[in-house]
């Protein structure tokens, strides 16, 4: 084989070959999902991301014989710097398993990140704690849910061959499909008869722009708190959430309101990972046949997110949210949840999950370099 060359990449010019550029990295990973390319391409056009409003992003890919055979991207993020000076990303980090392939395309994004004046290197995200990230370094055996990475099972050991130290691990949990624990329900129904100011509600998609803002003002000061966290702004949230529009179901989504002032939201996601893995990365010309029989492919879900404002912590809110998605989730053809990605220390929400019966299944990673 021949010599690793690094090279700077384009976008939105190099975006389709730059994702297509995973495909022969993973032939050997059969549980990988392949990304939808079109959705990728989008992602990755500032024009179209409003999320490069706030962060200089400088795309790498290693070549050799040719062909491209590994990417990264590395992030200047402006909001993370403001409470965490010094700190840049990196993330879209794809690689065989070979270190002549991982160890320059690492360094090219820790040079860049130098240029810039930063001190740490962070990572894997795509692009920020707000988007998909964590390396996979447990649970191999079972495909990624809606969201998640999967990366292949040599990555944790290179990622310590070069340099990156884990700072933060993130843990999926896995609820078998089954009758509501009779403890769960317990809680959450004495909880909302003592509380009868607390009421609950579904998602109305009618006024999506709407429960969109709700939704926004707890995700920020919920996660406000937590480590790694990076506020997200206006533009960057509707652009999110409209990716996500399409694969509601407001059966599953739920908002809890406390004195009239809304406190706390569940969302959670129908796994399309299921559809995707078939979709093989495009609509057409067969993908689209895959979509439209979702219904009968997709049989878990997953709990993406749960959160609750502050001021009302000390509350029990988490129950009767958790108890109304299990109910509505009973309802369709599942065999079970995933609640993922919880911080490794955040024992409340982990207390919750492990009442309701739930496991860890999958952990996540984050890692760090001094530059």
Known sequence: MGEVE??????????????????PIYESVPLWVPPLIGERKVWMDPKKNPYFAVAEVAWFWAWRDGKPVGTLAATVDQDLLAHEPGVGMFGFFEFPDDEAVARPLLEAGADWLRSKGMVRMRGPFNLSPNHEFGLLVDGFDTPPCIAN????????????????????DWYAYWMDHGPVPEGIEKVANRFLERNPKVTLRKLNLKKFDEELKLFQDIYNDAWEDNWGHVKIRDEEFVFAAQNLKQVLNPDLCWFAYVDGECAAASITLPDYNQVAKRMDGAIFPFGWFHYLRAGSIINQIRVFILGVKKKHQRLALGAPLYLRTWQEGAKLNIRGAEASLILHDNHRMRGALEKLGARIYKTYRTYEREL
């Open 6 to 23: 690094i090279r700077r990449a384009e976008m939105p010019r190099d975006a389709a070959r730059f994702v297509k550029s995973w495909w």
């Open 149 to 168: 990475p999967h990366n292949g099972p040599w990555a944790p050991a290179m990622y310590e061959r070069l340099g990156l130290k884990g700072v933060m």
